[in-house]
């Protein structure tokens, strides 16, 4: 069964996005990071900072393997979820995958605006970009890659709802079993 799952670095919209796809889809809109933020009753911040994180990782995959059970969401994820080996190998095997990316231009001036992601304090623009270097290759296992450059939330729903369908029917036309019930 299927969800739609949403990865990509810090501050590339995968929230924003996921809130206008589930709008579209007519689907369950799931936040992991929200998520883990109710559950555990702290902030993102709080928890790196009390219980470390690998902890934080840890929740990250149990959230995961929770959200297998109920298909038919659509999922953003925290940026470094899809890193774990699990959770990547769960996603891949039963959802639709979509990379959202931007230039690290943009990126590192929208994380300057804000502070509350851990791993974003006191960093350069260096150590960002090598960071996203690293995860480059592991991010670039999805379905799908969209560059949200200029475009809005709801142009970028569109995209992927597009190119989800397109997923679907190759899945049947390959005998894979997917959820191919279509939202309006
Ligand atoms: C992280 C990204 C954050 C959050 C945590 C760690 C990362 O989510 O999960 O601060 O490792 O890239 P966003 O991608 O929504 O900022």
Redesign the pocket.
């Known amino acids: 069964m299927n969800n739609i799952v949403l990865i990509g670095?810090?501050?590339v919209g995968?929230?924003t996005v996921g809130k206008s796809l589930s709008y579209l889809m007519h689907y369950q809109f799931v936040d992991?990071?929200m998520y883990i933020k109710k559950k555990e009753g702290k902030k993102?911040a709080t928890i790196?900072k009390e219980d470390g994180e690998p902890y934080?990782r840890e929740l990250e995959r149990n959230v995961s393997k929770g959200l297998l059970k109920n298909p038919r969401k659509v999922i953003?994820t925290?940026?470094?979820?899809f890193m774990d080996d699990i959770s990547r190998g769960l996603y891949l095997k039963e959802d639709f995958v979509v990379f959202l990316k931007l230039p690290m231009d943009t990126i590192y001036k929208r994380l300057m605006k804000n502070n509350k992601?851990?791993?974003a304090q006191s960093v350069t623009k260096e150590e960002l970009t090598k960071r996203y270097q690293q995860r480059l290759p592991i991010y670039k296992n999805a379905h799908l890659e969209v560059d949200t450059t200029g475009k809005t939330a709801f142009e970028i729903a569109k995209e992927i709802k597009k190119a989800y369908y397109d997923w679907l029917t190759k899945g049947e036309q390959n005998g894979k079993r997917r959820n191919t019930k279509k939202s309006n």
């Open positions: 670095f810090m501050a995968k929230t992991t990071d993102i790196f934080f953003s925290g940026g470094g979820l992601r851990p791993l």
